[in-house]
């Protein structure tokens, strides 16, 4: 078959490449996509969450992380109490923008009288951690690295609270 030429291979050229361009937009967008969002009900039955397979709990505080610089959420900052493990979690929850953008992320719980439990790391989703808390008072901290120009959002208590 003869080849053409002149501007008939030109327009082959470039619908040719065109067409490859679209496949590797399409390819790098669906790539790029982030993965679904989890939920505070994710994290209180995960093993990586608060490990309470019961799922059960009460929300005894919530706070948000806002980055005011950027006008934006960044995450939700959850004080959990599960009766059935006589446990306290603390989920730093990734949400709007920052959910599935891994950047710092931390959780802490301080229980009084007890050794502190943190988990903290480049987390897209959330940090969280639980522990036996029957019979003490509690201290906890929420914190996300904005993802726009760094520093960190946090949400501490600094006194003793939920003691029961």
Known sequence: MPQPKGPAKRRRILHRAGA???????????????????TIGEAVVSNQGCGWANGGYTVLQRDDLWDRDNNMPL????????GTYRENCIVTLRVGRADGVASWTEAVLERQ???T???????AHYAAVSG?????C????GAIQ???????IASTTTTWRYCS
């Open 20 to 38: 490859a361009l679209g496949l590797a937009l399409g390819t790098t967008v669906f790539a790029a996509s982030p993965a679904s969002a989890h």
């Open 75 to 82: 995450g939700e900052v959850y004080v959990l109490w599960n």
């Open 113 to 115: 009288g007890m050794p």
């Open 117 to 123: 439990l943190r988990d903290e790391g480049n987390y």
């Open 132 to 136: 036996y808390a029957a019979g003490t």
């Open 138 to 141: 509690i201290k906890w901290t």
């Open 146 to 152: 904005k993802i726009y120009g760094g520093g960190i």
